[in-house]
């Protein structure tokens, strides 16, 4: 078996379990998220909870990839799936107890980040190893298939398995899903780059470290500038879908917010398989970055119409359906101009910069839904009686949907103009590949390795 097949291999089987702890984790997931807006009524301890799960991505993403690059990948996330596993039990045990309370809710998204922050770069950083480099777009839109796939089974599940087998039951569910995860990890191999000859035999702090992956994306300037397009558009899709329960729940049951769910998670597996099925553009890749990224923004416009669960599934399904045809490309842009042995550093500064908006945005989206944009929208509000009331309706979660149809707005004119910019218009022709044409093969002492990819982050 040739190396990119023994690759190509590795990645599936990892692949695979980590599918199965995603749905697991989906599971009890969405049980604290019906939880929460049962016990507040309000948007805002949704959007708190998005925040301690994102702030610990974009504060430990420097150091996480340092680490990436010193360590061995697969311990790193061998522990921090195992840490993950911690968490989950004692969410459990609160629950059960009859204990759990929301700023509770924030303390477990908050450590369960923590591990995440450590895992995500060392699975990232193993797929440039693996994959042969004309497969990197296919494999990255096959981890989004399987958020999809995840998406999809775990609200069904949720309800389903709530008036079957109770909590207990889930619980045990999840605690199998991650020793399957546990056990696809311990059963391959996940081989370390090799240190260029200017690292080799020196040391290094981890500081300095951090500090390489600014330089390194400083220095080319095109995907520096895609990673400040990312940014903001991780910011204006997060400042409404951080709402998206709330809009649900305030005309309608948790069984409909499952349901809206599956769409969501329908609409990126469909796009994750096509994805899959095509491998994406060979070139001029950052058009369809570009392009498919304005074609989501569209699903934003039609969920934020009408309150209606036909408008809100049809709008979101748009969302989530072009997603993958634009993260899918990006992610294999940065993989093919990053040098395979220090994309630990860079990929974690990608990702501090891609996601660094998201904490505001959850912050400013419950503030803005509770105090500003649903008031305007109720009977005698502000806008109630203006052709934006007359369009989009007036009463409970209006106000949300105004803010969907905005964030539309935005994210298409945030596209306009980082297509404008000639640096990441021609990041693909500016900027020469770091990496051969088949990683893998040939190349003595190249490691067999892994991927992930995440939210809209390059």
Not at 1 to 24: A, D, V
Not at 27 to 39: K, P, T
Request: proline share 5%; net charge neutral.
């Amino acid at each position: 078996m040739n190396k990119s097949r023994k690759g190509m291999k590795t990645f599936f089987i990892i692949w695979f379990g980590q599918l199965f702890s995603m749905i697991g984790s989906g599971l009890i997931g969405f049980a604290l998220a019906v939880w929460i807006f049962e016990q507040t009524g309000q948007a805002t301890p949704f959007a708190l909870t998005g925040l301690f799960a994102i702030l610990p991505r974009v504060l430990l993403a420097p150091v996480a990839g340092a680490l990436t690059d010193r360590w061995n990948r697969k311990k790193i996330m061998l522990i921090s799936d195992s840490l993950s596993g911690v968490v989950t039990v004692v969410t459990a045990l609160l629950l059960f107890s009859g204990q759990m309370e929301v700023w509770m809710v924030y303390l477990i998204s908050f450590m369960g980040a923590i591990f995440a922050s450590f895992q995500q770069p060392a699975y990232a950083a193993s797929i440039v190893m693996l994959v042969p480099k004309d497969q990197l777009t296919r494999a990255n839109s096959m981890v989004q298939m399987g958020g999809s796939i995840s998406d999809i089974l775990t609200p069904l599940l949720a309800g389903i398995l709530f008036t079957t087998i109770g909590m207990q039951g889930i619980i045990l569910i999840d605690v199998v899903t991650y020793l399957i995860a546990l056990t696809t990890l311990i059963l391959v191999h996940i081989p370390q780059p090799e240190k260029t000859v200017g690292e080799a035999g020196r040391k290094i702090s981890v500081f300095d470290d951090v500090a390489f992956g600014w330089r390194y994306l400083a220095q080319r300037r095109g995907l520096l500038g895609l990673l400040f397009y990312f940014a903001i558009v991780n910011f204006m899709a997060n400042l409404s879908s951080a709402t998206i329960g709330p809009l649900v729940l305030s005309f309608n049951s948790a069984a409909s917010l499952g349901a809206v769910q599956t769409v969501m998670g329908v609409g990126m597996l469909g796009g994750s398989l096509l994805m899959s099925i095509w491998g994406g553009p060979k070139k001029r890749m950052i058009h369809s970055v570009i392009g498919f990224i304005a074609l989501a923004s569209v699903g934003f416009w039609v969920a934020g119409f009408q309150p209606s669960l036909s408008y809100i599934s049809a709008g979101l399904f748009i969302l989530m359906f072009f997603i993958p045809f634009a993260s899918g490309p990006s992610s294999a842009i940065f993989a093919a101009k990053v040098a395979p042995d220090v994309q630990g550093r860079v990929f974690a500064t990608r990702s501090m910069i891609s996601l660094s908006m998201m904490p505001f945005a959850y912050v400013l989206s419950g503030v803005l839904a509770d105090q500003v944009f649903n008031p305007w929208l109720v009977e005698g509000g502000a806008l109630a009686n203006t052709f934006v009331g007359r369009w989009i309706g007036v009463g409970p979660g209006r106000g949300i949907g105004l803010m969907m149809i905005c964030s539309g707005l935005l994210l298409m004119a945030a596209s306009g103009i980082a297509f404008a910019n000639p640096h990441i218009r021609n990041i693909e022709t500016e900027i020469p590949d770091a990496i051969p044409s088949q990683v893998g093969e040939d190349h003595t002492g190249a490691p067999d390795v892994l991927l992930v990819s995440g939210e809209i982050e390059g």
